[in-house]
């Protein structure tokens, strides 16, 4: 269960850093690519230079071409790289979005004194607090229930000494009864021998 909880919060942060980390990394790409083409310009433009100096046709118009051509995609990546800009800011203006049917709030992070915004799906935020507190409720329910078994032990367990004990008086108050009766039974001998004996004797003295 750890596991999945694991899982299900990196994939929640992988989610909430999906946008900017995006955006960040198009514009990288972007201004990387716009540099390139700028340093092309450059050498081109140079190479242009050097064959009009040494009236070499060739070498002008490949400079020239090259030039042209890479300052037209350095000025395209610097559109794109604006468009992407504008997109981004108009994205981090607004404090909240849906996609795919979730609801994905504006939160502010701080990383090495830095301020940044992040996006974060609050939908998953609520059922993953809800999957805890089922967790919780299933946890205190099993707690409850054990402790309804172990109660039920208890109380078989002095239901069953309860139940020994009254057996065993049963046991004593028979066994009692059973030697009184013996002790009267007994006594009843020795009187009845005494009587005989009595009369034994007053028959002699006649």
Known sequence: MNNITKFGTLTALAISMVVPAAANAQIRRREQTANEWKNIATISGLAAVLGYLNH???????????????????????????????????????????????????????????????????????????????????????????????????????QRRRDEDRRRDEDRRRDDDRRRDDRRHDNGHDRDDHHDHGNHRGHGDH
């Open 56 to 158: 070499d046709d060739t070498l002008t118009f490949v400079g020239a071409t090259g030039a042209l051509y890479s300052a037209y995609r350095y000025n395209e990546d610097q559109k794109s790289i604006d468009r992407i800009a504008r997109a981004r800011a108009e994205y981090f203006d607004r404090d909240y979005f849906y996609r795919d049917g979730c609801r994905y709030e504006k939160r502010t992070v701080w990383r090495g004194g830095q301020k940044y915004y992040q996006f974060v799906n609050v939908d998953y935020n609520r059922r993953d607090a809800q999957r805890r507190e089922d967790e919780r409720r299933r946890e205190d329910e099993r707690r409850r229930e054990d402790e309804r078994r172990r109660e039920e032990a208890r109380w078989r367990d002095e």
